[in-house]
């Protein structure tokens, strides 16, 4: 049987030690890891809450869209776009031969910043 509490702790474990990487990453200007870091991040948050939701193991999928889904989570339009952004750069991390536009600086800290914002308010749903 699973443990549904050990799983909702291990995600959001992930997903709060992955917000330190990506910081280090973008803040040495490891743009695309940092971004991929990004993913990784909101995805470990959606599969906690996934996990909670469906009292089961999540889904081995890196679709942050089709997680959502079954996690009952509901998006602003803002958000919606958000998420394709990330969901680029996850790609380079499984296939080197992808290699996705970079943004400047300015663009990668929004990115941050907005990464760090949806992680709060994802937790607050657990």
Not at 36 to 52: D, G, Q, T
Not at 103 to 114: G, H, L, M, R, S
């Amino acid at each position: 049987m699973v443990n549904i509490q050990k799983q909702v702790d291990y995600w959001i474990a992930g997903a709060d030690e992955d917000i330190v990487t990506a910081e280090l990453l973008i803040r040495e200007r490891r743009i695309l890891h940092g971004l991929f870091f990004c993913h990784l991040v909101i995805e470990k948050a959606i599969k906690a809450l996934l996990v909670k939701k469906i009292n089961d193991v999540a889904p081995r999928t890196h679709n942050l869209i089709y997680l959502s889904e079954p996690a009952g989570l509901e998006f602003d339009d803002d958000t919606q776009i958000f998420l394709g952004i990330l969901m680029k750069y996850q790609l380079q991390g499984r296939y080197p031969d992808y290699n996705p536009f970079l943004p400047d600086q300015t663009i990668v800290d929004e990115y941050f910043n907005k990464t760090k914002e949806l992680l709060k308010w994802l937790r607050m749903k657990l």
